[in-house]
């Protein structure tokens, strides 16, 4: 089963993430954007596992003992570089040290499970470029953008969430959730 471990948006920001996808959208140029109820934040991909690494993982989150934690969602951001931009971001401004502590435990924890080989940061993929199409357009919406404040949310629990891929776009199904402290 693919899955990976993820932390929810709350419905209220999600208004306000359609917006800043609209507005990328306007620019014209050919994006997958992530579906509403498909927003959230990866702590860890853990891929394709077994039902027996399952229940570690689970076993592992329950055993976790961090704090709940608020985090801002703010600016915009693209991966690789914004000349070849493959993924548009939000980023995370407050209390992003906690943020990325809380990850790296985890993959800290669960790397037998699944080596990570990219670059640990926290962002919220908004939408995927699926070709070249309007590149500067593109570009030029992603610097208007660049300081885009979504507004504050508190991190209380993780989900264990199982993605099936599909011709439509992933199909994802919440596994268990782990309140944080």
């Known amino acids: 089963m693919r899955c990976f471990i993820a932390i929810a948006v709350?419905?209220?920001?999600?208004?306000?993430?359609?917006?800043?996808?609209n507005k990328l959208k306007q620019a014209g140029a050919n994006l997958k954007l992530v579906e509403r109820e498909n927003l959230h934040f990866t702590v860890k991909f853990l891929g394709e596992i077994e039902e027996n690494q399952i229940k570690e993982v689970k076993?592992?989150?329950?055993?976790?003992?961090?704090?709940?934690?608020?985090?801002?969602?703010?600016?915009l951001?693209?991966?690789?570089?914004?000349?070849y931009i493959k993924v548009v971001w939000l980023g995370v401004e407050k209390?992003?040290?906690?943020?990325l502590n809380l990850i790296k435990k985890i993959n800290k924890n669960l790397d037998k499970i699944r080596k990570e080989k990219k670059e640990l940061?926290?962002?919220?993929?908004?939408?995927?470029?699926?070709?070249?199409k309007n590149k500067n357009e593109l570009k030029a919406a992603v610097?208007?953008?660049?300081?885009?404040?979504?507004g504050e949310m508190q991190v209380n629990s993780l989900k264990l969430i199982s993605s099936e891929l599909t011709?439509?776009?992933?199909?994802?199904?919440?596994?268990?959730?782990?309140?944080?402290?």
């Not at 951001?77 to 000349?83: A, I, L, M």
């Not at 209390?95 to 943020?99: A, S, W």
């Not at 610097?143 to 404040?149: H, R």
């Open 10 to 21: 709350p419905e209220e920001l999600k208004e306000k993430i359609l917006e800043v996808q």
């Open 167 to 181: 011709p439509e776009g992933p199909k994802y199904t919440e596994l268990a959730e782990f309140e944080l402290k």
């Open 143 to 150: 610097q208007d953008l660049k300081e885009t404040e979504i």
């Open 121 to 132: 940061n926290t962002h919220l993929t908004i939408a995927r470029v699926r070709s070249a």
């Open 77 to 83: 951001g693209v991966f690789p570089t914004e000349d």
């Open 95 to 99: 209390n992003q040290d906690v943020f």
């Open 59 to 75: 076993e592992f989150l329950a055993s976790l003992e961090e704090k709940s934690f608020e985090i801002s969602i703010k600016g």
